[in-house]
C-alpha cells in the first residue's frame, strides 16, 4: 500500500471514531515474506509522522523490531502492537526506555507454520499462562501494568474451535490485571464459520466485536471503525455499568 493510501485510510479510521489507529510495514499473513528493518522504516515512518501531525489519538506501530519502535516513536507513535509479545531481542528494553503503553499479543509458532495443525489441551488456560508470563517479564524490566494491554492473538497459530473457545473464556483472561484487546474483524474464522470472503466479513465482524466487549475486552482492533463505534456505543448505552447483568 503506497503511503498516501495508508494515510487517507488512517484519518478515516480516525474521523469515524478510533481511538488509536495501527499502522504496520510487515505482513503477518502465514506464509508473508519477512522483511528488514530499513524496509520497515521507510513503509511506515512517513505515515507515523502524517498521522502524528495530523490527528490527536496515538498512533500505533505494529513492529516486533526494537529499531522500528525506536524511530517510530521518535517519529510521533504513542502506542506499540507487538505480534511477537517483546521476545525479540533487545524488544523488551526498547519498549521500556520508550515509555509508551504495549500490546502484548499471544502467538503459537511463527507466522509461516503457525496454522499448521495448532494443538492445544486448553487453549484458554495455555494462552493465560503466556500472557502472564510475558506481563511478569515486562513489569520486571520496569514496565508498570497500567501500560500493558494483552491479547489472546486470535487466529495466530489457532484452529476454529479454538477461536471461540477463546472468545467464549475471554472473560478468564481479565484477572491479569491488564486491559484486554482484540482483533476479530474480518479474520479467517468468520470465512470457515460462515463461509465469507474477506470482503463480506462485515456483519460478522461487527457482531465479534460487540460480543468480545461484552466479555470484558477494552480495545478492539478493527477494520470498519463507523459500523463497530456504532454497534459499540449501542452495546453501552443498553450496559452503561459496562457488562452483562
Ligand atoms: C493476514 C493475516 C492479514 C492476519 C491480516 C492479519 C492482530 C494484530 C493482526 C490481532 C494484534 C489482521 C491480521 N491481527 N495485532 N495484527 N491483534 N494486537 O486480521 O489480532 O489484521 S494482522
Known amino acids: 500500500m503506497s503511503p498516501e493510501k495508508a494515510i487517507a485510510q488512517a484519518l478515516r479510521m480516525a474521523e469515524e471514531g478510533a481511538d488509536i489507529v495501527d499502522v504496520g510495514g ?9 522483511v528488514s528493518a530499513q524496509e520497515e522504516m521507510d513503509r511506515v515512518l512517513p505515515v507515523v509522522e502524517a498521522l502524528h501531525a495530523r490527528i490527536p489519538q496515538p ?8 529499531e522500528v519502535m525506536r524511530a517510530a516513536v521518535a517519529a510521533g507513535a504513542g502506542f506499540i502492537n507487538d505480534v511477537q509479545a517483546l521476545r525479540t531481542d533487545g524488544a523488551l528494553a526498547a519498549a521500556t526506555e520508550l515509555n509508551v503503553p504495549v500490546c502484548l499479543m499471544h502467538m503459537r509458532g511463527e507466522p509461516r507454520t503457525m496454522q499448521d495443525k495448532p494443538e492445544y489441551a486448553d487453549v484458554v488456560g495455555e494462552v493465560r499462562v503466556f500472557l ?17 494491554v494483552v491479547d489472546p492473538g486470535f487466529g495466530f497459530g489457532k484452529t476454529l474451535e479454538h ?38 466479513r462485515l456483519h460478522a465482524s461487527v457482531a465479534l466485536a460487540v460480543m468480545a466487549v461484552q466479555q470484558g475486552a477494552r480495545i478492539v482492533r478493527v477494520h470498519d471503525v463507523g459500523p463497530t463505534v456504532e454497534a459499540v456505543r449501542m452495546w453501552e448505552a443498553v450496559y452503561p455499568w459496562g457488562r452483562l447483568g
Open 132 to 148: 502472564k508470563e510475558r506481563l511478569d517479564a515486562c513489569m520486571n524490566a520496569g514496565i508498570p501494568a497500567s501500560r500493558i
Open 26 to 34: 510487515e505482513s503477518t499473513r502465514p506464509g508473508a515474506r519477512p
Open 163 to 200: 477461536n471461540i473457545e477463546l472468545l467464549r473464556g475471554l472473560k478468564k483472561l481479565q484477572g491479569l490485571g491488564a486491559a484486554v484487546l482484540v482483533g476479530l474483524s474480518r479474520k479467517s474464522m468468520i470465512g470457515k464459520a460462515l463461509g465469507l470472503p474477506v470482503e463480506q
Open 59 to 66: 498512533v500505533s506501530i505494529d513492529t516486533s523490531k526494537p
